[in-house]
């Protein structure tokens, strides 16, 4: 009994699946499935209620040649409880219900009841409208004014529609201005970082003309022609007085290099000197003990 729970099947190795063969079925082939009675109904053979909500083993088939704007009606087959007579049944999307179509009449249909009220209404109108001319009138007076109303709401409905409209495109329009004026607001501030930027490498490198190129363009000027020179980029100004080195520095640096000049070096280690050899005595070699 666990073979049937496991996950994982095995499969030989020379398992082939395209040589399985498949079942063919007709187009419109019937299927069976298990449902409850959707209405509450009585079989026209025998007279047996059936409630709603009884569970059956019915057949389920595709009617040919029916549908609701591309919705597809399905159409079931059940047997009476008691006598067991084919009873048919399908589906109904334009009132989201089901229909009864063979042996059983269904015992309450909820949309011709709503059909049976709205006529009787309509014909009670009228025959009180024939025997009561002032009835009639303010019938009429009643009709005029609620179409009136309709339109007044209708409408305000347009104008405020119109009046929304109006203010999303000022709103639109004061975004567009607004974003225009914060774009306009970055391309300046990004401007002048780049100059700031340029300034400062300026300070930094300089550009001079190469060794090379200058006796190049010399001697090509004295034929006639003055290609352009070639230039390099040497760090620090040349031609101007050249910086301070703690200028180039960042400030955290200074900072640094500031409290190292406050502490001061240490104090160097003097040197031992003999007290003899700054006197001037020399000691000469021991002599040697005869035994």
Same mark, same amino acid.
């Given at each position: 009994?666990?073979?049937? @729970?496991?996950?994982?099947?095995?499969?030989?190795? +020379?398992? +082939?699946? $395209?040589?399985?063969?498949?079942?063919r079925?007709?187009?419109?082939?019937?299927?069976?499935?298990?449902?409850?009675?959707?209405?509450?109904?009585? /079989?026209?053979? /025998?007279?047996?209620?059936?409630?709603?909500?009884? @569970?059956?083993? #019915?057949?389920?088939?595709?009617?040919? *040649?029916? =549908?609701?704007?591309?919705? %597809?009606?399905?159409?079931?087959?059940?047997k /009476?409880?008691?006598?067991?007579?084919?009873?048919?049944?399908?589906?109904?999307?334009?009132?989201? +219900?089901?229909?009864?179509?063979?042996?059983?009449?269904?015992?309450?249909?909820?949309?011709?009841?709503?059909?049976?009220?709205?006529?009787?209404?309509?014909?009670?109108? &009228?025959?009180?409208?024939?025997?009561?001319?002032? %009835?009639?009138?303010?019938?009429?007076?009643?009709?005029?004014?609620?179409?009136?109303?309709?339109?007044?709401?209708?409408? =305000?409905?347009?104008?405020?529609?119109?009046r929304n409209?109006?203010?999303?495109q000022?709103?639109? &329009?004061?975004?567009? &201005?607004?974003?225009?004026?914060?774009?306009?607001e970055? =391309?300046?501030?990004?401007?002048?970082?780049?100059?700031?930027?340029?300034?400062?490498?300026?300070e930094?490198?300089? @550009?001079?003309?190469?060794?090379?190129?200058?006796? $190049? #363009?010399?001697?090509? $000027?004295?034929?006639?022609?003055?290609?352009? #020179?070639?230039?390099?980029?040497v760090?620090?100004?040349?031609?101007?007085?050249?910086?301070?080195l703690?200028?180039l520095?960042?400030e955290?640096?200074?900072? &640094?290099?500031?409290?190292?000049?406050?502490?001061?070096?240490?104090?160097?280690?003097?040197?031992?000197?003999?007290? @003899?050899?700054?006197? *001037?005595?020399?000691?000469?070699?021991? #002599?040697?003990?005869?035994?």
């Amino acid at each position: 009994m666990s073979e049937r @729970k496991v996950l994982n099947k095995y499969f030989p190795p +020379d398992f +082939d699946p $395209s040589l399985i063969p498949r079942r063919r079925q007709p187009k419109n082939s019937q299927q069976v499935v298990r449902l409850m009675a959707p209405f509450s109904m009585r /079989c026209n053979t /025998c007279g047996e209620y059936i409630y709603k909500g009884k @569970k059956f083993n #019915a057949r389920k088939e595709t009617v040919e *040649g029916e =549908d609701y704007y591309g919705i %597809k009606i399905f159409r079931f087959y059940i047997k /009476c409880t008691l006598c067991s007579a084919e009873i048919t049944f399908k589906t109904d999307p334009k009132n989201t +219900d089901y229909a009864a179509e063979h042996g059983a009449s269904r015992n309450f249909e909820p949309w011709r009841e709503e059909k049976a009220v709205e006529e009787e209404d309509r014909l009670a109108k &009228l025959e009180e409208e024939e025997n009561n001319p002032m %009835k009639a009138l303010e019938n009429r007076t009643v009709d005029s004014k609620r179409e009136m109303d309709i339109l007044d709401a209708l409408q =305000d409905i347009r104008a405020r529609n119109a009046r929304n409209e109006r203010l999303g495109q000022s709103v639109d &329009l004061l975004e567009r &201005l607004h974003m225009e004026e914060i774009e306009t607001e970055e =391309d300046r501030e990004r401007k002048r970082a780049e100059e700031e930027d340029e300034k400062l490498v300026r300070e930094v490198f300089a @550009k001079l003309p190469a060794p090379d190129s200058a006796a $190049s #363009a010399g001697a090509s $000027s004295s034929q006639g022609g003055a290609p352009p #020179a070639e230039v390099i980029t040497v760090k620090r100004k040349a031609g101007a007085e050249e910086p301070d080195l703690q200028s180039l520095l960042p400030e955290s640096a200074r900072a &640094l290099l500031s409290v190292k000049s406050t502490i001061g070096a240490p104090a160097t280690k003097r040197k031992k000197v003999d007290g @003899k050899s700054s006197l *001037g005595i020399k000691l000469k070699g021991k #002599a040697k003990v005869l035994t």
